[in-house]
């Protein structure tokens, strides 16, 4: 399930790679430039921003500013919303080494939180809560244009299906149970084997602790057990950095609870779906 979910090629917003960049901009393992690749999910993306406000583009702006270097400095977009460490490592293996990155960041660990709070029995592959993709349900009507028309003409517009209804199961459980119950050994495995791959093809891995607005938050109720798994989640990090000698970017210490940092959208529900991206 976690190889069939991956950025469009032919969207609008992404390379003929399926990273967010420029449709004319092609990305290669090039002895003239610098690549550093920047690994996650809405948040590396930049999901509800325009690309140029996406934090991939404005480091590449800031380090071709201020870097002496013949080479060109490249920072590729390899995030996708709802990109947990799983889907990163397949991902990383079967992309983004093949572009011989000089440095990995990776910005992870909201969305495996999200994995252990809001499914119930957890899996350390995280099958219990992303499945391969399905072909959404589609109303009657959307199968003719002409009832189409008139359907959304009486207040019953087609609704495009969320990446959740497709690629993720419904959720399920009592975040509080599904947190007891569930393990964060999965995430420092998973964070092995992403510092361990990167290292082997010979790229520098960085970690970056992940921000959150739990004043904010979408899901005020759960805001106890939310944070108690970002904390777990966030100290697991600074523990492999440590261990592994991996560098480490505390980003959370610095922009936790500061709302002008971080966007919150809460949207509509949709069969149990939660379309919030402020992660």
């Known amino acids: 399930?976690?190889?069939?979910?991956?950025a469009n090629p032919t969207h609008a917003n992404h390379n003929a790679q399926g990273y967010r960049a420029e449709k004319s901009k092609l990305y290669k393992a090039d002895p003239d430039s610098i690549n550093i690749v920047s690994l996650g999910g809405s948040s590396t993306y930049g999901t509800r921003v325009y690309e140029k406000d996406s934090y991939p583009y404005l480091l590449e702006k800031i380090l071709r500013q201020s870097t002496y270097t013949e080479k060109t400095i490249n920072v590729i977009n390899g995030g996708l919303g709802g990109y947990s460490t799983p889907n990163i490592?397949?991902?990383?293996?079967g992309k983004i080494v093949h572009l011989d990155p000089e440095l990995i960041i990776f910005y992870v660990g909201f969305n495996d939180a999200w994995t252990r709070l809001m499914f119930s029995d957890f899996k350390t592959d995280y099958s219990h809560a992303q499945k391969s993709w399905v072909e959404p349900d589609f109303?009657?009507?959307?199968?003719?244009?002409?009832?189409?028309?008139?359907?959304?003409?009486?207040?019953?517009?087609?609704?495009?299906?969320?990446i959740h209804s497709v690629a993720w199961r419904q959720m399920s459980g009592d975040p509080e149970t599904n947190l007891r119950n569930s393990s964060v050994d999965a995430f420092r495995s998973n964070l092995m084997t992403l510092i361990g791959i990167s290292r082997t093809h010979g790229s520098i891995p960085i970690l970056v602790t992940q921000a959150t607005?739990?004043?904010?938050?979408?899901?005020?109720?759960?805001?106890?057990?939310?944070?108690?798994?970002?904390?777990?989640?966030?100290?697991?990090?600074?523990?492999?950095?440590?261990?592994?000698?991996?560098?480490?970017?505390?980003?959370?210490?610095?922009?936790?609870?500061?709302?002008?940092?971080l966007i919150v959208y809460k949207g509509r529900t949709e069969k149990g779906c939660l379309l919030c991206f402020f992660f």
């Open 139 to 162: 109303p009657f009507w959307r199968y003719s244009r002409f009832l189409d028309v008139i359907a959304d003409k009486l207040g019953y517009p087609y609704i495009e299906p969320h």
């Open 1 to 6: 399930p976690f190889t069939t979910y991956a």
């Open 89 to 93: 490592i397949a991902l990383l293996s």
């Open 213 to 261: 607005d739990f004043k904010n938050h979408p899901l005020p109720a759960n805001n106890k057990e939310w944070i108690q798994a970002m904390g777990e989640h966030t100290k697991v990090i600074a523990q492999i950095a440590d261990s592994m000698s991996v560098d480490l970017i505390d980003i959370r210490s610095l922009m936790m609870d500061k709302k002008e940092y």
